[in-house]
C-alpha cells in the first residue's frame, strides 16, 4: 500500500518505520524542522512508567515500552531513556480507590515492580522532599524518563534511513475525499499526494485540521517550567528520581536535573483549551504563581531557583483519556492516531505496531480500547486533578 502519514511527532515516525517494515511504501510529511518546536514530543523529558493504577492494559504496554527503549538506548548509542525510577508519593495512606493502591495491587499480582514508599524511607533515599508530610506511596525502580524530542530526531533519521520518505516543509491543507474515500490530501494550499491510506498524526492540530474530530478531541495547552537549583546536588537522578507529587489530586509531577541542570516540574491539570498556534500559547502569571507555591511548599532547596525556561505543551485529549488509533468508519482510507492525552509519550517504542495494525485493520485487542468512538461523553476521565475547578 503506499501510505501518507501527516505529522511527524512520536506518533508519526514509530507509524512510518512500522508501517514501512512491513513491506508498505511510506511517506511522512510535517511542515518541519523536525523535531517541531511546537509538537507535544518536543521536549527534553517524559516520564516513562508501567504505574497506572488499576488499568493493567498500560501497565502490560509500558513493562514492553520499557525493555524496548533499552534495546533502543543499545541500538542508537544513546540514552534516550533514563533508569532513573519514579515516585508516586501521596499525603494520605493509600486506600482502595487510590491511584497509588490501586498500582501497588496491580504490580503485587504482576511479580512485584513497585517498592512501598513511607515517609522514613522518602526521607532519607530523597532528600530534597525535606519536612513535608508526603508520607505514603509507590517506588517503581525500572521507570523514569525519556529524551522525547531527541527520541523523535533519532528515530525520524532512522526512518529516513530505511528508506521512509521524509517531507519537511510539507503542511497539510486538508483530506482528497472522493465520496466517502479518502484518496490521499491536499498539502501547501494545493498540491495533490495520493495515498491509499492517509494516517493522521498531527497531535494537538488534529481538532484544527480535521473539523469533524473537534466534537471527540481538545487540545489543551499545559504550562511546563524548568527550575535551575542553586545546589544541584539534592536532584541529581541518584536522590530525586522523576515524581509524582498526589498526582491524580493535584496534577504535580517533576524530573531530576538533567545535563543542563535544569529540575522540570509541571500539572498535570485540566489545562486550557487553545490551538497549538494560538496566540495565547504562554505561560500566564497564574501559572507560574501556582507552581511556585507547590515548589515552595514541597522542595525547600528549590524554592529560590529561577524559572529559567516555561513553555506551554499541548494534549490532544480525548474524553476518556484513552488513545485513539483507529480507522474512520465513515471515510475508508483514513486512519487517526492521536489522542495521548497527555501520557502518550512513554508507549514510543509499541505505538507504531498499533498504529501500523489499525491502519491494516489487523486484530489487536489493544485496538478496542482506542476505537473510534465518537459516543463517549466527558467525565468518563478518571483522574480527578484534570479537573480541578481552580485550575479552570
Ligand atoms: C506538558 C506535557 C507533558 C507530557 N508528559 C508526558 C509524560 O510525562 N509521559 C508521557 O508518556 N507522555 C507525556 N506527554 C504526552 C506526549 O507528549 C504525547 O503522547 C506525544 O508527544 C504525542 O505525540 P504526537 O505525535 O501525537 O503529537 P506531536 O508530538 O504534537 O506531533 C504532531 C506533529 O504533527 C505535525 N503537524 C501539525 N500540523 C500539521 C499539518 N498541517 N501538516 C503536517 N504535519 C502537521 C506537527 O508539526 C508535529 O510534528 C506529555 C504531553 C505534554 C503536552
Not at 40 to 61: H, N, P, Q, W
Not at 325 to 349: C, E, M, N, Q, Y
Amino acid at each position: 500500500m503506499n501510505v501518507l502519514i501527516v505529522g511527524a511527532g512520536i506518533n508519526g515516525v514509530t507509524a512510518a518505520i512500522a508501517l514501512h517494515k512491513r513491506g508498505h511504501t511510506v511517506r511522512l510529511i510535517d511542515p518541519g524542522p523536525i523535531p517541531h518546536p511546537g509538537a507535544a514530543s518536543t521536549d527534553i523529558s517524559k516520564a516513562v512508567r508501567s504505574t497506572y493504577g488499576s488499568d493493567e492494559d498500560y501497565t502490560e504496554l509500558a513493562e514492553r515500552s520499557v525493555r524496548r527503549w533499552r534495546e533502543w538506548n543499545e541500538q542508537f548509542g544513546l540514552t534516550l531513556y533514563h533508569e532513573v525510577g519514579m515516585l508516586f508519593v501521596r499525603r494520605s495512606l493509600m486506600n482502595p480507590g487510590d491511584f497509588e493502591y490501586e498500582s501497588f495491587q496491580v504490580s503485587k499480582r504482576r511479580g512485584g515492580r513497585l517498592e512501598e514508599m513511607d515517609q522514613k524511607t522518602l526521607r532519607a533515599r530523597f532528600p530534597a522532599w525535606g519536612e513535608n508530610n508526603f508520607g505514603y506511596g509507590v517506588f517503581e525502580r525500572e521507570a523514569g524518563y525519556a529524551e522525547s524530542g531527541t527520541a523523535v530526531s533519532v528515530l525520524a533519521a532512522h526512518a529516513k534511513d530505511l528508506g521512509v520518505q521524509l517531507d519537511q516543509g510539507c503542511q497539510f491543507t486538508r483530506l482528497d475525499e472522493n465520496g466517502s474515500k479518502v484518496r490521499g490530501a491536499i498539502v501547501n494550499g494545493n498540491d495533490r499526494i495520493e495515498a491509499d491510506i492517509t494516517v493522521m498524526t498531527a497531535g494537538a492540530w488534529t481538532p484544527y485540521i480535521l473539523p469533524f474530530t473537534r466534537s471527540f478531541f481538545r487540545a489543551t495547552g499545559h504550562a511546563v517550567f524548568h527550575f535551575q537549583p542553586a545546589d544541584p546536588s539534592l536532584f541529581a537522578p541518584e536522590r530525586f528520581p522523576v515524581f509524582g507529587a498526589d498526582i491524580s489530586t493535584t496534577g504535580y509531577y517533576g524530573f531530576p536535573l538533567n545535563r543542563d541542570g535544569v529540575v522540570k516540574i509541571a500539572n498535570h491539570g485540566p489545562g486550557r483549551e487553545m490551538s497549538p498556534d494560538s496566540t495565547q500559547r504562554h505561560v500566564t502569571p497564574q501559572e507560574e504563581a501556582r507552581i511556585k507555591d507547590f515548589v515552595r511548599e514541597t522542595f525547600p532547596a528549590l524554592a529560590d531557583a529561577p524559572i529559567v525556561f516555561a513553555r506551554i505543551c499541548l494534549y490532544c485529549d480525548t474524553h476518556d483519556g484513552h488513545f485513539w488509533i483507529a480507522p474512520d468508519p465513515d471515510r475508508a482510507g483514513l486512519v487517526v492516531a492521536t489522542g495521548d492525552s497527555g501520557h502518550g509519550f512513554k508507549f514510543a517504542p509499541v505505538l507504531g505496531d498499533i498504529i501500523a495494525d489499525a491502519a491494516e485493520e489487523k486484530d489487536n485487542p489493544l485496538l478496542k480500547k482506542f476505537r473510534w468512538r465518537p459516543e463517549v461523553r466527558p467525565g468518563a476521565e478518571k483522574e480527578g486533578a484534570r479537573y480541578l475547578q481552580e485550575w479552570l
